[in-house]
């Protein structure tokens, strides 16, 4: 696993608050396409990394803003194994921004899973 987002309305009172109040360091920010911005910050003692994630064009649902995202190291066969056990994809993969190639699924519970192809 590479890490939990967090879907915010406000990204930099979210990154004040996991900074001063939780102890996590910001690492860095992209913006991978308009309106869209994602902080990244890491818990220095356990490397646990979290990813804010704010876009103009979409409010947080409460009880729905938060997903998983997992590194894989193809993401054709992860598309491939997700669909032959029947996992709902709701995203199909595509190229981001930086090249990264990315999918979308969720669990059971309707969680967001995100696939990353580095």
Avoid at 60 to 84: C, D, H, R
Wanted: aromatic share 6%.
């Amino acid at each position: 696993m590479k890490s939990v987002v967090i879907r915010t309305s406000d990204i930099q009172k979210s990154i004040a608050f996991y900074e001063k109040i939780l102890g996590f360091t910001f690492d860095s920010m992209i913006s991978p396409s308009p309106g869209k911005q994602i902080a990244f910050l890491s818990e220095p003692d356990t490397n646990c990394t979290i990813e804010l994630l704010h876009n103009d064009n979409a409010n947080p649902v409460p009880g729905n803003s938060v997903s998983l995202t997992f590194v894989v190291e193809q993401i054709g066969e992860a598309e491939k194994f997700l669909t032959a056990n029947k996992v709902h994809i709701i995203s199909a993969p595509k190229t981001i921004k930086d090249g990264k190639k990315i999918m979308t699924a969720v669990d059971p519970n309707g969680i967001e899973l995100d696939f990353i192809e580095e």
